[in-house]
T-cell receptor
Framework: DAKTTQPPSMDCAEGRAANLPCNHSTISGNEYVYWYRQIHSQGPQYIIHGLKNNETNEMASLIITEDRKSSTLILPHATLRDTAVYYCIVRVEWPNAGKSTFGDGTTLTVKP | KAGVTQTPRYLIKTRGQQVTLSCSPI?????VSWYQQTPGQGLQFLFEYFSETQRNKGNFPGRFSGRQFSNSRSEMNVSTLELGDSALYLC???????????????FGEGSWLTVV
């Protein structure tokens, strides 16, 4: 699986958009970009994923650059409950979907 | 739909003992993977099972083992526990099949193991 690079920490004001960057310059053509978050002492929560098109769901939007070497997770209106560690990972869909390599992630702190 | 269920949530063991952790995947999911999370090493992949067969294995000693049953439920076992095995053990499940966007992995809440 390709390696990802994320800033170790970020702050965001409550109600503002949180933009979390991820660099994955060695991504392969068949690797997807996945985002998870982990709130202290809980299991990682799936947020969103994509291959090359931008994606949006009820939680967030994922913007992937045209060369696929980086992506940005956008939380449109951050709340205090969005404070968590956010992980960006890249991996193939099959057959090794279960084997994912997690980096250190970005600790997002949403402030009132 | 119920999520991934892990038991027990918390347990304390003594060095040298063994421990078995259990995981029930999301209904219909056939792939179960296990991860270890520690403050120093982060989230590390242990192994993945699909249809009762180990499909992938991480870089952990042989003291760490697992198995999957015909109903896709899985157990992992750690023998001869060491202090360094204290960690959050996470189970994740996915459909495990080669379908488009069908392999998102979903995590359980984890089992906190403390070795004293």
């Amino acid at each position: 699986d390709a390696k990802t690079t994320q800033p170790p920490s970020m702050d965001c004001a409550e109600g503002r958009a949180a933009n979390l960057p991820c660099n994955h310059s060695t991504i392969s053509g068949n690797e997807y970009v996945y985002w998870y978050r982990q709130i202290h002492s809980q299991g990682p929560q799936y947020i969103i994923h994509g291959l090359k098109n931008n994606e949006t769901n009820e939680m967030a939007s994922l913007i992937i650059t045209e060369d696929r070497k980086s992506s940005t997770l956008i939380l449109p209106h951050a709340t205090l409950r969005d404070t968590a560690v956010y992980y960006c990972i890249v991996r193939v869909e099959w057959p090794n979907a279960g084997k994912s390599t997690f980096g250190d992630g970005t600790t997002l702190t949403v402030k009132p | 739909k119920a999520g991934v269920t892990q038991t027990p949530r918390y347990l304390i063991k003594t060095r040298g003992q063994q421990v078995t952790l259990s995981c029930s995947p999301i209904s219909g999911h056939r792939s179960v993977s296990w991860y270890q999370q520690t403050p120093g090493q982060g989230l590390q992949f242990l192994f993945e099972y699909f249809s009762e067969t180990q499909r992938n294995k991480g870089n952990f000693p042989g003291r760490f083992s697992g198995r999957q049953f015909s109903n896709s439920r899985s157990e992992m076992n750690v023998s001869t526990l060491e202090l360094g095995d204290s960690a959050l053990y996470l189970c994740a499940s996915s459909s495990g099949q080669g379908s488009n966007s069908g392999n998102t992995i979903y995590f359980g809440e984890g089992s906190w193991l403390t070795v004293v």
